[in-house]
């Protein structure tokens, strides 16, 4: 039997809040947001984990603390690999 918590609801410019961030990780996203902030190139980050450790959680809260500091933002979730191929080229592009 699994049991699967209910998604949380992190809208796009939300940030972290003590009430949704349950495993702390304000901190791991600010030292990434002074990473940002610190490059001038064009920079693409991929987080990868098994299915449900949270990374789209993460990412999206981390997505909203960046747009608050007004640093741009193209979310892009990708499922299955297969499917993401041709998106993530025309993305790059």
């Known amino acids: 039997m699994k049991i699967y918590l209910p998604s949380v609801v992190v809208e796009d410019d939300e940030g972290f809040s003590s009430d949704k961030d349950i495993f702390e990780r304000a901190g791991l996203a600010q030292g990434m947001k002074n990473l940002v902030a610190s490059v001038d190139d ?4 991929a987080f990868d ?45």
Not at 42 to 45: A, E, F, W
Not at 54 to 67: D, P, S, Y
């Open 42 to 45: 064009p920079l693409v980050i």
């Open 49 to 93: 984990g098994v299915w449900g450790s949270g990374k789209t959680t993460f990412l999206r809260m981390w997505a909203g603390e960046l747009r608050k500091a007004g640093h741009p933002v193209i979310f892009f979730r990708c499922i299955r690999e297969r499917l993401c191929r041709g998106r993530l080229r025309s993305t790059s592009a």
